[in-house]
């Protein structure tokens, strides 16, 4: 049996209501498969603005460092938001991210069979979709300098966003992408503007000679615009996708499509760090915000958080099978339409946050016993 250390993270509007629903289905699994897991929760975020009048303590990033892996929730809320606020919610993820190491985000976007009515696609099209995104996450446009926004002396306006990326910041993140569709389909496209962009360029040379690297990988690039189309026409043909920053951000939210809402969107952020057990030190979180509208009413949408848990599994603690029977387990519980409002079909009657989650937590359990 082994034993495994894990940082929870709840933070703010719905995210401890997630969260908990994600705990259980681990509750349920320890039970099921005899593995042994050691959580120790804390606060970020808004919440822990208020409580010690940071985002992000020093205590919390020793807590991520030696834990095996961060399930957190989502942070933020009305209350926080003050663009010119010295300290703000979003701090937290920011911190954690940086102090873990972490550079490549993952964003798998599959379409549940029970919910493509959710797809504004055909459901021929987007049937059978998965779609894996690796998305670089610390450099590129949203990073580079300059980064200016001013009035010259004749009063026009002008702005300017620099793009910049160097061979490692690349090579690293293409060959997470490249180990990641090993243990899938074996399947990779890189995504670029290698036509007009010198950023691209650079991605495509750094992702080719890398694909020499991994013979049993089917590689192809793609230009992003391409890909943008291609998606929404015949999304079965990708199976793992990279890119840089930018082009990540926009095609991921696109890919939502895929999955037929936000809420269902799992997510994972993983470095070069190993942890004890061999995985990555990755952290883990659904991809939607705090909902502070919804917060405390049981309408919440655990099924993001829940998959990320799946992806931790996967991914930090080489649980393959418990992560396989988690991502059956919530196709399991949508079947027979146990859903929360945003996903419930018209006139049918939706579920609450925790009947979701225990639905979960009971076909975790089914499917390891089996």
Request: proline share 5%.
């Amino acid at each position: 049996m082994s034993r495994f250390n894990l940082a929870v993270l709840p933070g703010d509007g719905i995210g401890p209501e997630v969260v908990a629903e994600a705990v259980r289905v681990l509750r349920a699994i320890e039970a099921a498969s005899g593995q042994a897991f050691d959580l120790t929760e804390d606060v970020v975020g808004g919440a822990a603005i208020d409580a010690y009048g940071t985002a992000l303590r020093k205590e919390t990033v020793a807590l991520a460092k030696r834990s095996d892996a961060v399930l957190f929730g989502a942070v933020g809320g009305p209350k926080w938001d003050d663009p010119k606020a010295p300290v703000r919610p979003e701090q937290a993820i920011l911190g954690l991210r940086a102090a873990l190491g972490t550079f490549a985000n993952l964003r798998p976007a599959r379409m549940q069979p029970a919910l493509v009515h959710l797809s504004p696609l055909k459901p021929e099209i987007v049937q059978g979709a998965d779609v894996l995104f690796i998305r670089e996450l610390v450099a590129g446009t949203y990073f580079a300098r300059p980064k200016k926004y001013w009035q010259n002396g004749r009063g026009v306006w002008r702005a300017v966003d620099t793009t910049a990326y160097t061979e490692p910041q690349v090579e690293r993140t293409v060959r997470i992408a490249f180990e990641l569709a090993r243990g899938r389909r074996k399947k990779l496209h890189v995504a670029d503007k290698q036509n007009v962009m010198a950023t691209s360029r650079l991605w495509r040379d750094v992702a080719t000679r890398v694909a020499a690297d991994y013979a049993d990988v089917e590689f192809q690039a793609i230009l992003t615009d391409a890909l943008a189309m291609h998606l929404l026409y015949r999304p079965l043909a990708f199976d793992v996708i990279v890119t840089d920053n930018l082009f990540g951000d926009l095609l991921t939210d696109e890919a939502a499509a895929l999955a037929g809402s936000m809420g269902l969107m799992p997510s994972a952020s993983l470095g070069s760090a190993r942890n004890r057990h061999g995985g990555y030190r990755g952290l883990y979180e659904p991809i939607h915000g705090t909902a502070p509208d919804i917060a405390g009413q049981g309408k919440a949408n655990p099924i993001a958080a829940i998959q990320s848990l799946a992806l931790l599994l996967r991914y930090s603690l080489n649980l393959e099978q418990a992560a396989t029977a988690v991502e059956r387990a919530v196709d399991d519980a949508i079947e027979p339409g146990l859903r929360t409002p945003d996903i419930a079909r018209p006139g049918e009657k939706s579920a609450r946050t925790s009947e979701v989650g225990n639905a979960n937590a009971q076909a975790v359990t089914r499917e390891l016993r089996r």
